[in-house]
T-cell receptor, first 110, second 116 residues
């Protein structure tokens, strides 16, 4: 079983739509959780951390369910510029070997 | 936020040769990380480079294949040795942002390597 699993998509949504991505992780002792964004042929960039209580940053909402080992990212009012691959990232209990998911591809269309 | 410069940005190499990738950071950092992103795959940590000590390699990666230098707090190199087509990948240098070991990383733009 992979450490971090994501639906690869692609998710094709119209502008203005709401879209949700899910991610599951296998290590129940994992400490911290993140969503990164990677544009085509670019490096990953941190989008937001995911806190136990859930957190929101503008149109983006991240949720964590430790009991189900499940992380989600909700994007409201999608923009064309949201088109990218979204990487779910989990920091295990020790070391620096972050576990990256393969990413979920989002395409927002006019 | 840190600014990370990597070079080369891309290269095409013959099998059996070696390539050294350079990573320069605009500020002093304790840890520098080298990741690999193979086509269609997730990012995988190759090694952690500390200044003044040998790099720490992750399972599946060895120093003979991926020697790393860390001569000072702003610079590191990763060499991909005796390359084969399976080494075709994007290699990314990264440093931490914020507190240590939080998982919040800055990445360089990556070095896209194609081995023929």
């Amino acid at each position: 079983r992979k450490e971090v699993e994501q639906d690869p998509g692609p998710f094709n949504v119209p502008e203005g739509a709401t879209v949700a991505f899910n991610c599951t992780y296998s290590n129940s002792a994992s400490q911290s959780f993140f969503w990164y964004r990677q544009d085509c042929r670019k490096e990953p960039k941190l989008l937001m951390s995911v806190y136990s209580s859930g957190n929101e940053d503008g149109r983006f909402t991240a949720q964590l369910n430790r009991a189900s080992q499940y992380i989600s990212l909700l994007i409201r009012d999608s923009k064309l510029s949201d088109s990218a691959t979204y990487l779910c990232v989990v920091n295990p209990i020790s070391g620096y070997a972050l576990n990256f998911g393969k990413g979920t591809s989002l395409l927002v269309t006019p | 936020s840190a600014v990370i410069s990597q070079k080369p940005s891309r290269d095409i190499c013959q099998r059996g040769t070696s390539l050294t990738i350079q990573c320069q950071v605009d500020s002093q950092v304790t840890m520098m990380f080298w990741y690999r992103q193979q086509p269609g795959q997730s990012l995988t940590l190759i090694a952690t480079a500390n200044q003044g000590s040998e790099a720490t390699y992750e399972s599946g990666f060895v120093i003979d294949k991926f020697p790393i230098s860390r001569p000072n707090l702003t610079f590191s190199t990763l060499t991909v040795s005796n390359m084969s087509p399976e080494d075709s990948s994007i290699y990314l240098c990264s440093v931490e942002q914020g507190s240590a070991n939080t998982g919040e990383l800055f990445f360089g733009e990556g070095s896209r390597l194609t081995v023929l």
